[in-house]
């Protein structure tokens, strides 16, 4: 049950990520930089699938420095965005943070881990 939660938190925090990369007026400002948001955003993300899947923290972080890599590439397709180096580096980063807390978390408490397995 939990695990089913943490798998559609983490797929609507995908589309959302997905939208807001791609939409131009719409994008939220949490933070001063702009980084800053993306790091949160695929930090928030990671820890989502991360906590999901502790046992596969590996390929969850695979399948999201992808989607990051991805959404940044994706980009190109709209003429009025603008991919850089810099914004897919902070989305990688960003995934990392986020699956190495999940992982960090699962080692701590096992329990939480085996009642999400």
């Known amino acids: ?3 089913r939660f943490l798998i559609t938190a ?3 925090t995908i589309v959302f990520i997905l939208f807001f990369t791609l939409s131009e007026q719409v994008r939220p400002h949490l933070f001063l930089y702009p980084a800053m948001d993306r790091v949160f955003a695929f930090g928030a993300a990671g820890l989502i699938f991360g906590t999901a899947y502790p046992r596969q923290a590996r390929l969850t972080l695979v399948y999201l420095v992808i989607f990051a890599i ?3 590439l ?3 397709l709209r003429p009025t965005r603008d991919p850089r180096l810099l914004d897919g580096i902070a989305k990688v980063a960003g995934s ?3 699956v190495g807390a999940a ?3 699962s080692r701590l408490w096992p329990s939480l881990a085996k009642r999400l397995a």
């Open 96 to 98: 990392a943070i986020g």
């Open 74 to 76: 994706l980009q190109y």
């Open 10 to 12: 983490g797929a609507v």
């Open 70 to 72: 991805g959404s940044e």
């Open 103 to 105: 992982y960090s978390l």
């Open 1 to 3: 049950m939990a695990r």
